[in-house]
């Protein structure tokens, strides 16, 4: 059974930054794409960024390009999600999700796994 376990959200000033940690575990991660989204209230889930486990290979959503970076950690079964220069708008649950093929996913459709969620709200 897949289990995604966000942290690191929280309250931040504009400016400020953050990193969201996505623990993932049961399964061999090598072939999945792992990927961040966001929701903010009454918007739809937005992809943010999404990293290939085997290669590391990213892309990123373009509402964030330049501010947000994907990492993940091989030894920690961890993606990161560094988010800097925030932005009232970057207020939302951030999700972690998981896709069982190492190709490209942008849609949350097309996801298979998905975490709990973690608020991060900026203040202005």
């Known amino acids: 059974q897949v289990q995604l376990v966000e942290s690191g959200g929280g309250l931040v000033q504009a400016g400020g930054s953050l990193r969201l940690s996505c623990a993932a575990s049961g399964r061999t991660f090598s072939s999945y794409t792992m990927g961040w989204f966001r929701q903010a209230p009454e918007k739809e889930r937005e992809f943010v960024a999404r990293i290939r486990w085997s290669g590391g290979s990213t892309y990123y959503g373009d509402s964030v390009k330049g501010r947000f970076t994907i990492a993940r950690d091989y030894a920690k079964n961890t993606v990161y999600l560094q988010i800097d220069s925030l932005k009232p708008e970057d207020t939302a649950v951030y999700y972690c999700?998981?896709?069982?093929?190492?190709?490209?996913?942008?849609?949350?459709?097309?996801?298979?796994?998905w975490g709990q969620g973690t608020q991060v709200t900026v203040s202005s």
């Open positions: 999700a998981a896709r069982s093929r190492p190709d490209s996913g942008q849609a949350p459709a097309d996801y298979d796994y």
